[in-house]
């Protein structure tokens, strides 16, 4: 399996862009998370989806960013518009459904590296 | 609520002496726990869990970790540090229900040749 594929690894934008970031979860599995990393804030869960049903956003900064799952394969996490605060890596995660192998496990994608200039 | 601490944000230690990493948690429930490591410019790597059984865990390239329900810890420890083992660590806990994980804020390793 290739793992959990995110798109794009870098991405370097100006404030007040939108920024669309990609991921494409292992197939199979029916959690779905993105995490944003900054070197003040650690490693901070944003939203996570369920069958791509959101099932909790509360750790969404603003209404300036929101995601999407619309279909087992594929979420997009979207930021409109961009300001330099929001430079971070931002990762997604899933996990397989519960009683399969490994169902306790979230798998991490490679990362999307944001500078917002 | 889940939360993680990781008191130290650097270890060093010299190449062949055992290392330890801590990690204190506090969890509603059974605890279900988990260790990550992230090399630079990379992901988080999946190392090591305890879910129930044995206290020790033994997990990828050698290390294994240790539960401690009445000090609610799970110290990360390997015996003989590798200079590649320098890297990012992450503890992390979720209950057992199909929450997710929570991350501590991550412990800088360096084993100096």
């Known amino acids: 399996d290739a793992g959990v594929i995110q798109s794009p690894r870098h991405e370097v934008t100006e404030m007040g862009q939108e920024v669309t970031l990609r991921c494409k979860p292992i197939s199979g599995h029916d959690y779905l998370f993105w995490y944003r990393q900054t070197m003040m804030r650690g490693l901070e869960l944003l939203i996570y989806?369920?069958?791509?049903?959101?099932?909790?956003d509360s750790g969404m900064p603003e209404d300036r960013f929101s995601a999407k799952m619309p279909n087992a394969s594929f979420s997009t996490l979207k930021i409109q518009p961009s300001e330099p605060r929001d430079s971070a890596v931002y990762f997604c995660?899933?996990?397989?459904?519960f009683g399969q192998g490994g169902a306790d496990t979230q798998y991490f994608g490679p990362g999307t590296r944001l500078t917002v200039l | 609520a889940q939360s993680v601490a990781q008191p130290e944000d650097q270890v060093n230690v010299a190449e062949g002496n055992p290392l330890t990493v801590k990690c204190t948690y506090s969890?509603?429930?059974?605890?279900?726990l988990f260790w990550y490591v992230q090399y630079p410019n990379r992901g988080l790597q999946f190392l090591l869990k305890?879910?129930?059984?044995?206290?020790l865990v033994k997990g990828s390239y050698g290390f294994e970790a240790e539960f401690n329900k009445s000090q609610t810890s799970f110290h990360l420890k390997k015996p003989s540090a590798l200079v590649s083992d320098s890297a990012l660590y992450f503890c992390?806990?979720?209950?057992?229900?199909?929450?997710?994980?929570?991350f501590g804020k991550g412990t800088r390793l360096s084993v100096i040749a």
């Open positions: 995660a899933s996990r397989p459904p």
């Open positions: 969890v509603s429930g059974n605890p279900y």
């Open positions: 989806f369920n069958n791509n049903v959101p099932i909790d």
């Open positions: 992390a806990v979720r209950d057992s229900g199909n929450t997710p994980l929570v």
């Open positions: 305890y879910i129930t059984g044995d206290n």
